[in-house]
């Protein structure tokens, strides 16, 4: 098992930069590939980031590719998203998710999940 808590979000005005992070326990994230994904009310859960066991390799959705990025610390058992230049259609709960699949973009390869937390862009 792999507990995940997510924290970070806030609410930040248009063109602001969040930090949000994902504490892992239970188990080492070196063998799992991590990803982020977000959903905003009414909308189905939506892919962000994802990042290979390594960290050698990064995905991105197209809407935030060159804003966001995706990284990992494995001895820190915690991975990160930074998210810069932020547009209010960026509001979303954000959710940090583990998978030992490759298929990093599909949100049921993912068998751990955090809470999530919220993220608010005021224009």
């Known amino acids: 098992q792999v507990q995940l808590v997510e924290s970070g979000g806030g609410l930040v005005q248009a063109g602001g930069s969040l930090r949000l992070s994902c504490a892992a326990s239970g188990r080492t994230i070196l063998t799992y590939a991590m990803g982020w994904f977000r959903q905003a009310p009414g909308k189905e859960r939506e892919f962000v980031a994802a990042?290979?066991?390594?960290?050698?390799?990064?995905y991105y959705a197209d809407s935030v590719k060159g804003r966001f990025t995706i990284s990992r610390d494995n001895a820190r058992n915690t991975v990160y998203l930074q998210m810069n230049s932020l547009k209010p259609e960026d509001t979303a709960v954000y959710y940090c998710a583990a998978s030992r699949s490759t298929d990093y973009l599909t949100g049921t390869s993912y068998a751990y999940w955090g809470q999530g937390t919220q993220v608010t862009v005021s224009s």
């Open positions: 990042i290979t066991r390594s960290g050698i390799s990064t």
